[in-house]
């Protein structure tokens, strides 16, 4: 049995740990899941990789989430004659759709979607936010701007826009090929990048259906605007640090990632802390302290998950990576503050129906009966697990699911463990030997000590948790 944390840990597979070994080494350091990164590789290389991580999860008796994560749209510049030009701080430079190649005057924007939504006084972000542009006028199939922070810029480098909300699919014709052949592979989720609006979700949603959980990647700052409904839609969501940092003021990512934490927490909708967690770590065998607390940060606010990119895709040292990871996973979760602190944040929660009522009165019962050893959640599509670990209790809990995939995806979720019982949910009145069984197998619980379940019956109507039963392990 892998390693177990309440808190989860999603490593990018790449160059540098995508064999059967670094895959091996990485689940025995402590991943629950694994991300494929769509922007780079082949189709062939994918179904490589992912055939391994079955294959090693089934070795190790793991239910080791696979995510698919898209690319997305990528708005860049075309070319330049002399490869690079210098822009200087307050030169006109201009924008358009001319096919000829760029100079220090003028580069190509094959955008139309962006020259749409531009208006006077927009910004817009090249390279990563390394020159920043400012338009000064703004027309139909070009721009003016005047240039504020200058530098060596290059060609095909990217563009951000992060004050204009654009009219463009998060889904381009590459990811909808990737889809399908992500989908068909089995994967267990689906990472949606360029997320602005709800409605973006609710369209990947026709496609996807119940396929794959569909994790909402929050990357730009019109996103706040329909938060609450863009988390509703979605299975999951990500803090995609990264570009959000190019978008939004840097300054102002920390306080972004709180909020979009605590609104997933109180929303019910796992949530992923990711970008640069551990960046040094791609070439040092030792994180900087900064990146220590900022890891712990995301944990001792209750994410679910902590997300590896670079680190363990590409650096020098991913196992170890992972290791340190964990570390610092562990050192938060043994703190006694750690629990008070995510129960504090508990106060947003509220119990709308019947299957919240039952969760939250579980949730008392551990607080109140003593020796208590876990939790064990009976639900055929995971929604009886999510809604009990919205509640962030301080003891584990066993998911009890009748599919391989739901268990893997909720590998993901906060202080679960999945287990796979499909007979169970033939009679519920197997409840209690199936509970006491894989809690003795797994250590969970000792002779005597009490298992609260809860489960909704009959089973397969989802959101029918409507049991609350207390058993004694033997």
Request: glycine share 8%; with cysteine; net charge neutral.
């Amino acid at each position: 049995m892998p390693i177990s944390t309440r808190t989860n840990i999603l490593a990018t597979l790449g160059p540098a740990s995508d064999s059967v070994e670094k895959i091996t080494a990485l689940v025995d350091a402590g991943v629950d899941g694994f991300r494929l990164n769509f922007s780079h590789g082949t189709h062939e290389s994918h179904q490589r990789i992912y055939d391994i991580i079955r294959q090693v999860s089934k070795a190790k008796n793991a239910h080791i989430a696979v995510v698919a994560d898209l690319q997305g749209p990528k708005l860049r510049i075309g070319l330049f004659k002399d490869e690079k030009v210098t822009l200087k701080k307050g030169q006109t430079f201009c924008l358009d759709m001319k096919k000829e190649l760029g100079d220090e005057t003028r580069v190509t924007l094959p955008h139309k979607e962006i020259f749409e939504a531009l208006k006077v006084g927009d910004k817009l972000l090249v390279n990563d936010g390394n020159i920043v542009l400012k338009v000064t006028e703004a027309h139909k199939t070009s721009a003016v701007t005047k240039v504020e922070i200058g530098g060596v810029v290059s060609g095909h480098k990217g563009v951000n826009l992060p004050n204009s909300a654009l009219k463009i699919s998060p889904l381009t014709a590459k990811d909808l090929d990737d889809l399908d052949f992500a989908l068909k592979l089995g994967v267990d989720c689906v990472c949606l990048s360029f997320v602005q609006r709800a409605s973006d979700v609710l369209a990947a949603r026709k496609i996807i259906g119940n396929k794959a959980w569909i994790i909402s990647k929050l990357e730009k700052p019109q996103v706040m605007d329909e938060l609450d409904e863009i988390i509703e839609a979605s299975d999951m969501v990500m803090v995609a640090r990264g570009d959000l940092g190019v978008e939004c003021p840097i300054v102002t990512v920390p306080v972004l990632q709180k909020h979009i934490v605590s609104r997933c927490r109180a929303c019910g909708k796992p949530v992923i802390v990711a970008t640069q967690m551990l960046e040094s770590m791609i070439a040092a065998p030792m994180p900087t302290r900064a990146e220590v607390s900022d890891v712990a940060n995301a944990v001792y606010d209750g994410c679910d998950v902590v997300m590896l990119s670079g680190e363990t895709a590409m650096g020098a040292y991913p196992v170890e990576t992972v290791q340190t990871m964990r570390g610092v996973i562990e050192q938060v979760e043994a703190d006694p503050k750690y629990y008070a602190n995510i129960q504090s944040k508990n106060q947003g929660i509220y119990c709308y129906n019947e299957a919240h009522a039952i969760t939250h009165a579980a949730g008392e019962v551990v607080k109140t009966l003593s020796s208590i050893a876990c939790i064990a959640t009976f639900s055929v599509s995971g929604l009886t697990t999510l809604v009990m670990a919205q509640e962030r209790p301080a003891y584990p809990i066993m998911a009890i699911i009748p599919t391989e995939k739901i268990a893997c995806q909720l590998n993901l979720v906060w202080g679960v463990r999945t287990f796979i019982d499909k007979k169970v949910f033939e009679s519920f009145d197997n409840i209690e030997k199936v509970s006491r069984g894989f809690a003795r197998v797994s250590g969970l619980a000792n002779n005597g000590e009490f298992i609260v379940v809860t489960a909704g019956y009959p089973f397969g109507k989802v959101g029918s948790t409507n049991v609350l039963h207390i058993i004694k392990a033997g």
